[in-house]
């Protein structure tokens, strides 16, 4: 994946969302095409995505719902492989502390701990399509493909002509 995500929909300044800001997003094919380029995958046939954004007790609340058809590659041979794609997602997003600019990013393994929103904008696409991406099989296999692992033998070892050397060097010390 390259760094940024297309963007489907313009960030949201925080003091635009009001009580509620709805989102339907419909890519284009060409901007299909961009996502498929970003998630490094084959295609992108079809994807649209329900997003909600509201204000929460703490800060906000970014739900949705996206679907669509992804083409990946077969791990195993290579072949495209369709897949359907249908995910709901729901996490809570809080304004980053003033004052606090540093390089370093802090990692949470709480699954539960809420994303945070800099620059005063909420990035809707970013965490619509970071929710694709992660709704994607990471190991996709055409139906019927099987790993036949390769007969072995003594010389496949890289090891194996290393092994010859050192008997022929003890041989010549006695």
């Not at 960030?11 to 961009?34: C, H, M, W, Y």
């Not at 609340?61 to 679907?67: A, D, I, N, Y």
């Not at 495209?80 to 802090?106: I, K, Q």
């Not at 809420?114 to 904008?121: A, C, E, I």
């Amino acid at each position: 994946m390259s760094a940024e995500p297309p963007v489907l929909t313009e960030p949201v300044r925080l003091n635009q969302i009001g009580e509620k800001r709805s989102f339907s997003l419909k890519p284009d094919a060409e901007t299909r095409r961009a996502i498929a380029r970003w998630l490094g995958i084959l295609e992108l046939p079809a994807f649209e995505a329900e997003v909600q954004l509201v204000p929460a007790h703490t800060g906000w609340r970014l739900s949705g719902k996206l679907s669509g058809q992804a083409v990946q590659a077969c791990g195993l041979t290579l072949e495209p492989v369709e897949e359907t794609v249908r995910e709901s997602f729901d996490l809570n997003l809080v304004e980053a502390p003033e004052g606090e600019e540093t390089s370093e990013v802090e990692i949470t393994l709480d699954e539960n701990a809420p994303d945070l929103v800099t620059d005063g904008r909420i990035d809707v696409s970013r965490h619509v399509l970071e929710h694709l991406s992660l709704a994607l099989d990471p190991f996709p296999r055409k139906p019927g493909a099987v790993f036949e692992p390769p007969e072995e033998t003594a010389e496949i070892s890289p090891f194996a002509v290393l092994k010859d050397r050192v008997k022929s060097r003890d041989d010549d010390a006695g």
